[in-house]
């Protein structure tokens, strides 16, 4: 086991035993201390962990264990009203630039992502 999976795996059960429901959350600043990590990856490692399946939620408290579907319903809403802050952001960056270039291409190399967004196709807000 390499030392990412072993913090992983320290994350989750600090987080499991420690932190079971939004009541008991613990920051993301305590979190880099308590596993020994930087911010970064402790988001990386909690991304990795909920795509495993791990009801790892979190508010503006900080990072808890789900304990009800209350509290993940609660997660998700907070991530989609993000999801549609950066979507409105993307919108109006795109919409700012001047000239008739009708496509780009967005790469993100660390999650092996490419996008190509039509320009005509989003309207001005």
Same mark, same amino acid.
Request: aromatic content about 6%; overall charge positive.
């Given at each position: 086991? *390499?030392?990412?999976? =072993?913090?992983? *795996? $320290? ?10 429901? /939004?009541? #008991? ?8 201390? &308590?596993?020994? &990590?930087?911010?970064?990856?402790? !988001? %990386? $490692? ?6 495993? @399946?791990?009801?790892?939620? /979190? =508010? #503006?408290? @900080? ?6 579907? !209350? ?10 009203? #993000?999801?549609?802050?950066? $979507? ?10 001047? @000239? *008739? ?5 967005? &790469? ?5 992502? %490419?996008?190509?967004? *039509?320009? %005509?196709?989003?309207?001005? @807000?």
């Amino acid at each position: 086991m *390499n030392i990412i999976n =072993s913090k992983k *795996n $320290m994350l989750y059960i600090n987080l499991k035993k420690y932190h079971m429901g /939004s009541e #008991h959350s613990i920051s993301g600043k305590e979190l880099e201390y &308590v596993i020994g &990590v930087d911010r970064d990856t402790i !988001q %990386k $490692m909690v991304r990795k962990l909920r795509m495993e @399946g791990v009801p790892i939620c /979190s =508010s #503006h408290l @900080g990072y808890f264990y789900a304990e009800t579907r !209350q509290e993940i319903a609660e997660t998700i809403s907070r991530f989609n009203r #993000h999801i549609a802050t950066m $979507m409105e952001t993307e919108d109006r960056l795109l919409n700012s630039v001047p @000239g *008739n270039k009708e496509e780009v291409v967005v &790469v993100i190399p660390e999650e092996g992502i %490419k996008v190509s967004l *039509n320009i %005509k196709s989003i309207k001005k @807000g």
